[in-house]
């Protein structure tokens, strides 16, 4: 496996992960799941911890070692989807400051969830 595929799967892995942390609480939510709930609080909370440290996530270490490795070249030389998958996840508009606050008052949304409990299905 080339050095830029290999990059490319990091990149598919990192948009997973930012789904996961996105949309894993509804989902969980939904299917009443405390099990998963804590495991995507936990989640929640290394990226809590990273961000307070101002820690680069070590998915985007790997990625750019990787492509680095791949290519002599520019390191984000890509094609379409991943161009599009990297926007995703390197969003500019954003500062640490906002997604920080967005972060927190996720992890309170999902914390506050434990004690105030989806209704039973039905």
């Known amino acids: 496996m080339s050095y830029r ?7 598919a892995l990192h ?11 509804p989902l969980f939510l939904y299917l ?3 099990r998963g709930r804590i495991i995507h ?20 270490h790997l990625e750019v070692y990787l492509k680095s490795k791949g290519s002599a070249g520019s390191v984000y030389p890509g094609q379409f989807m991943i161009e599009a998958a ?13 997604i920080s606050c967005a972060t927190i008052l996720y992890f309170i949304i999902v914390v506050l969830s434990f004690w105030f409990r989806p209704l039973r299905k039905r």
Request: hydrophobic share 65%; proline share 2%; charged share 15%.
């Open 15 to 25: 948009v997973l992960w930012i789904a996961f942390v996105i949309l894993g609480f």
């Open 41 to 60: 609080l936990a989640a929640l909370a290394a990226m809590m911890a990273m961000q307070a440290t101002r820690t680069i996530c070590p998915l985007t």
């Open 5 to 11: 595929t290999a990059a490319d799967l990091i990149i």
């Open 32 to 34: 009443n799941s405390a």
């Open 86 to 98: 990297e926007r995703f996840i390197y969003v500019e508009d954003l500062t640490l400051e906002k």
